[in-house]
């Protein structure tokens, strides 16, 4: 959700690989529910994360002064096992090993970080959201 579209035209999703957007509603300025009509923006796939933009000469409409007032619906994600990164699922297993290994409900020492490898895999696939 958003509390207004934004002044420059472009939304950026924060989960990462965007599939498809399903749809955006929002509350228009007397409060009443809408849906913005594909035809004002497009959709961009294939960058991380995947953007929301307008076409050309289209403007993002009016909304209501509230929060949460937009809604955008998606979906994010591998569309099978197959198109998973094989780094991914490599730090899966890294994962389990590292908690099975320390799976006792108490220990002597304190675990305040995770094995280096995992970290930097996990840092590969890393997508930041500037807001």
Known sequence: TLDAFPVR??????RAPLQ?????????????????DTAVYG?????EPGTIFLKNSQVWPSTFSQQGAITITYIAGWPNYAA???SLKMLI???IGH???HREATIEKALTE???GIE???WLHRVEVLR
């Open 9 to 14: 035209g472009c939304l950026e999703l924060p």
């Open 20 to 36: 498809s957007v399903t749809e955006i509603a929002y509350l228009d300025s007397a409060g009443d529910a809408q849906i913005v």
């Open 43 to 47: 959709v961009d796939t294939s960058s």
């Open 93 to 95: 297993l890294l994962l």
């Open 84 to 86: 998973i990164p094989a």
């Open 99 to 101: 908690f099975y290994e």
């Open 120 to 122: 930097r895999l996990f």
């Open 114 to 116: 995770i094995p280096n």
